[in-house]
Nanobody, 121 residues
Framework: QVQLVESGGGLVQAGSSVTLSCATS????????LAWFRQAPGKEREFVAG???????TYADSGKGRFTISRDNAKNTGYLQMNSLKREDTALYYC???????????????WGQGTQVTVSS
């Protein structure tokens, strides 16, 4: 079992930055793949970024060059730094954990409750 708790969301202005955190407990963090997904109203949940146990990262095209995923194994915490935010980044952001890196949300076993990011113009 893995428990995930996101934090760091809020109302931000377009062009600004925000860093989301995902605190984990349970399964050994260093053996867990972490990913971030987001879901906007009326849309499907979509992959944002993922990071493997060894630090390999991958990003959706929407966040390449603007978003950075990272992890601190000593703190059992993952992060998603988002820069140059746009209105279309407005969504509920979730972190998820699995044994391997997938971009399909149904393949993730564990989810946090989500943190809302709202970008205003």
């Amino acid at each position: 079992q893995v428990q995930l708790v996101e934090s760091g969301g809020g109302l931000v202005q377009a062009g600004s930055s925000v860093t989301l955190s995902c605190a984990t407990s349970g399964r050994t963090f260093s053996t867990t793949v972490l990913a971030w997904f987001r879901q906007a109203p009326g849309k499907e949940r979509e992959f944002v970024a993922g990071i493997t146990q060894k630090g390999y990262t991958t990003y959706a095209d929407s966040g390449k060059g603007r978003f950075t995923i990272s992890r601190d194994n000593a703190k059992n915490t993952g992060y998603l730094q988002m820069n140059s935010l746009k209105r279309e980044d407005t969504a509920l952001y979730y972190c998820a954990a699995a044994g391997a890196l997938f971009t399909t949300p149904t393949l993730y076993d564990y989810w946090g409750q989500g943190t809302q990011v709202t970008v205003s113009s």
